[in-house]
């Protein structure tokens, strides 16, 4: 099921947690922005106005909401002699205006001159940075490249905005103002800088928002106390050290005097809805919906209750929360049963049944947890917001995700890809094609993905309790040559160095396999021992594996292959009081052990992974782009292919020269062909892909923007059968970078495919290819905002 609200705008959150609405103006704001600067201090007013006007409230309510201010966008690519003159974005809060942006075209069209205002009560909240965001996404809307300003010496507050938004300005000094100019066409490294400013300012705001989800003071819990569900929450937080506030369905029967920061709310989906809105009045600013069912009606009802209240729902169909990190102990807000370990793990799933089973595996494995999360059909709360905080827990050093749909995979992406450099993070993938999205997605964003739960929980067992591999070296052990093979063939399937197999001989007693462990990773330059062990008679050598001791003094992780036993996996139970670097992970399939060595392995790697920055093109040609496409949509407003003259065109502006007449190949084997083709993806945004003709295996997909490594690994990919030379993976790593710098500028460039001749000197020639243009709305994939549309 899919939800939009219709709010003709778009929340998000100050980086105080509060959540505010962001949209155009409209005549009928009139009246609320004549409110709004008509409240507004002297000060606010002088430095908007560099004076004191009568009457401010008419004044800007007149310039902003009057027809022709608020007139439909006109995209720079569209023809047209009129462009858009002037607009104007509104920060709603609590039903009235707390703060606006404007923009006015100079008579340059490119150029528009700027001006902020914000009440009083809410300077200092981050609602200027915020305006200033969006005001960037609307200067991509209607063709504007750069900004200006005037502001007086003192008013470091509208300085302030600009250093704080994290993008480079001029700045001149004129008889006691400044004059500021934004220019909005960034090189890549400066576009990064931005995201990463924009980035830090949204975890901020994220984080304050979850607080009241994830270490609330106080919590009510509503719903019928003869449902199982209702019990079973209620049971949960028999622990919990604040206060506890409890009511039927509707919460009608609240307490007038209650005040709590998060309510459980386990009601039917006719009264979730009234519940919602009833406990945001008793202060309520998070909300765990844990009833399924919802239907467009029940669920739009419960979103925009919770919307317009600056409430943060996690749900509906939310198994719910747990922190074991919070001052009284551990909060269990779900409907899992405890105890729960203290830990390091952090999980985000989507389905409750899931989320049960993984806390299960976890407990019975003796992991702790930090943070757990069940989104359920996410509405809002999502595995993005997970990430965001894991940034900020410094708790957490290992991430477990099951994702099945994504809202925003290429915010996702980034936000893992920052996270994965200090917290190992692993994502169960069914797909494992590096053909689809979903594993291009993971493989990008520095997740190790597995194929399955089973998988996932293998993996996390080695990573919990051992140190992490440095390196993909492997020693074994084995006690049977059977057993010693088995093993050997599955680290190498798993692409794992076998550096030393080492025998031990059935008569092995745990003495003697303690010594055999010692001596290898002592004579051995390897990153973790595997231990494969047979029942033997009348010896039991994997009594060592309980000692406590055997891998107290070593640095790297030892896991076991023990084939009697019954579960996949499972700890050796090395004394209740035994450190976690002497609990080993014992497996009872070597396929499954070396799968979960080499995730683990994979998983360390990133960390260490070098920053990968998009590549500079240097000059392109946006402008020509934006005419070619605004003409062929122009002329054909639903779309339709690109005639060859228009696509060569398009190509050139980004620097990719077409061969023109036919080409000569020579013959099949002096000259290999190529295809690049990129498209839009209505869920992962623009892809990427290149194969070579015959060979449409060897098919990798990229997220785009990717950086310059990952071009250059496609490249290689593609390439690897005829042993190109550094000049043919240049070259063809620049045309990949430029076909997908094009694509993810152009969002009404639905396709475009790309026919390449490499020939036997290195020489990449354009020979043909396709393209196709769509009507499009451009949206930023990392503006800071609230979801729209839940899935699912």
């Not at 990008?444 to 194929?451: K, N, Y």
């Amino acid at each position: 099921m899919t939800i939009e609200l219709d709010t003709g705008g778009s929340y998000a959150l100050l980086t105080d947690g509060s959540c505010v609405l962001i949209r155009a103006a409209e005549p009928a704001d009139w009246q609320a922005v004549h409110d709004f600067a008509a409240a507004l201090g002297r000060g606010s007013i002088y430095r908007r106005f560099f004076g004191f006007p009568k009457y401010p409230g008419k004044l800007l309510a007149d310039a902003v909401c009057a027809p022709a201010a608020i007139a439909s966008t006109t995209p720079e690519s569209a023809t047209t002699a009129m462009p858009r003159t002037r607009g104007a974005l509104l920060a709603w809060l609590d039903g009235a205006v707390v703060g606006m942006a404007e923009w006015i075209r100079a008579a340059d069209p490119a150029e528009a001159e700027i001006a902020f205002v914000v009440a009083d009560r809410m300077q200092g909240r981050g609602v200027a940075t915020l305006l200033a965001e969006y005001l960037l996404e609307e200067a991509d809307r209607v063709g504007l490249h750069r900004f200006t300003a005037i502001t007086q010496g003192e008013n470091r507050a509208m300085l302030d905005v600009f250093a704080t938004l994290g993008i480079p300005v001029r700045k001149n000094w004129d008889h006691g103002t400044w004059l500021v100019t934004v220019d909005l066409d960034l090189p890549a490294a400066a576009r990064v800088a931005l995201l990463d400013a924009a980035a830090r300012r949204e975890r901020i705001a994220d984080d304050a928002s979850l607080r009241r989800l994830l270490e609330p003071g106080s919590v009510a819990v509503v719903g019928d106390q003869q449902d199982p569900a209702t019990r079973a929450v209620l049971d949960h937080l028999r622990g919990f050290a604040g206060r506890l506030w409890i009511c039927g369905p509707d919460a009608a029967d609240l307490d007038p005097e209650a005040r709590f920061e998060l309510a459980i709310i386990t009601s039917p989906p006719q009264n979730a809805a009234r519940a919602a809105q009833i406990c945001a009045g008793h202060g309520a600013r998070a909300v765990i919906a844990t009833s399924t069912a919802f239907d467009d009606a029940s669920g739009r009802a419960l979103l925009e209750a919770c919307r317009s209240a600056g409430v943060r729902l996690l749900g509906p169909g939310s198994l719910g929360v747990v922190n074991t990190g919070v001052r009284s102990g551990v909060l269990n807000a779900s409907l899992a049963p405890g105890p729960f370990l203290r830990g390091s793990v952090g999980v985000a799933v989507q389905s409750g049944g899931v989320g049960l089973a993984v806390l299960r595996h976890l407990g019975r494995l003796g992991i702790g947890i930090g943070t757990f999360a069940a989104v359920g059909d996410k509405y809002d709360v999502s595995a993005n917001d997970l990430l965001m905080h894991w940034e900020g827990d410094e708790r957490i050093r290992l991430g477990l995700l099951h994702v099945e749909s994504f809202g925003n995979p290429r915010k996702f992406a980034r936000t893992a890809r920052r996270l994965s450099r200090r917290v190992s993070l692993l994502a169960v993938d069914p797909e494992q094609s590096p053909s689809e999205a979903r594993t291009a997605l993971y493989a990008q964003a520095g997740i190790t993905a597995v194929p399955s739960m089973g998988a996932l929980v293998s993996a996390a067992a080695l990573l919990a309790h051992q140190p992490a591999p440095q390196g993909r070296r492997v020693a074994i052990l084995g006690n049977t040559r059977g057993m010693l093979s088995l093993a050997v063939q599955a680290c190498v399937k798993e692409g794992l160095e076998v550096v030393a197999a080492r025998n031990v001989t059935a008569t092995a007693d745990a003495d003697q396999l303690r010594r055999a462990l010692t001596e290898t990773v002592e004579s051995e330059p390897c990153d973790a021992v595997l231990i494969a062990l047979a029942p033997t008679v009348p010896v039991a050598p994997h009594n060592a594996l309980a000692a406590g001791s055997l891998t107290r003094n070593l640095k790297v992780p030892v896991l076991a292959v023990l084939t009697e036993q019954a579960e996949t996996v499972r700890v050796s139970s090395a004394g209740k009081g035994a450190r976690g670097g002497d609990l080993i992970p014992c497996y009872n399939d070597a396929a499954t052990a070396a799968a979960a060595l080499a995730a683990a392995a994979a998983a360390t790697a990133v960390r260490e992974r070098p920053e990968d920055p998009e590549p500079e093109l240097g000059h392109v040609d946006r402008a020509a782009v934006r005419r070619v496409i605004g003409s062929a949509l122009a002329a054909t407003p639903r779309g339709r292919s690109l005639y060859a003259s228009e696509r060569a065109e398009l190509l050139e502006a980004f620097g990719i020269a077409s061969a023109r007449g036919p080409i000569d190949d020579g013959g099949a084997n002096r000259a290999r062909r190529l295809t690049v083709t990129a498209w839009q993806d209505p869920v992962f945004g623009p892809l990427l892909t290149c194969t070579r003709d015959g060979d449409p295996d060897a098919a990798r997909t990229l997220l785009v923007p990717a950086g310059a490594g990952e071009l250059a690994a496609l490249a290689h990919t593609v390439l690897s059968e005829r042993r190109a030379t550094a000049v043919e993976g240049g070259r063809l790593t620049d045309l990949l970078a430029r076909v997908a710098a094009l694509i993810d500028d152009s969002p009404q460039l639905a396709s475009v495919r790309v026919n390449v001749a490499l020939d036997e000197s290195g020489s990449l020639r354009v020979t043909g290819g396709d393209g196709q243009v769509a009507p499009a709305q451009r949206k930023d994939p990392y503006l800071r905002r609230l979801r729209r549309a839940p899935v699912e």
